[in-house]
């Protein structure tokens, strides 16, 4: 029998809080986006080149 995968397609970001050069702080919500590939760039599955 074929075992089946799990193939991920988004990772979750958790909610972070940034502090800008001003002084002022942004607190930028937990939301999912697409995993990054071996070289550091987003895994979209298309190629820009």
């Known amino acids: ?3 089946r995968r799990s193939v991920i397609t988004r990772v979750y970001v958790p909610t ?3 502090d800008l ?3 002022e702080r942004v607190t930028i919500p937990g939301h999912y ?3 990054r590939d ?3 760039r ?3 599955g298309f190629s820009r080149d």
Do not use: E
Request: glycine share 12%; no cysteine.
């Open 1 to 3: 029998m074929t075992q």
């Open 33 to 35: 986006r697409q995993p």
């Open 16 to 18: 972070h809080v940034r």
């Open 38 to 40: 071996d070289h550091g």
């Open 42 to 44: 987003q895994a979209s």
């Open 21 to 23: 050069p001003n002084g």
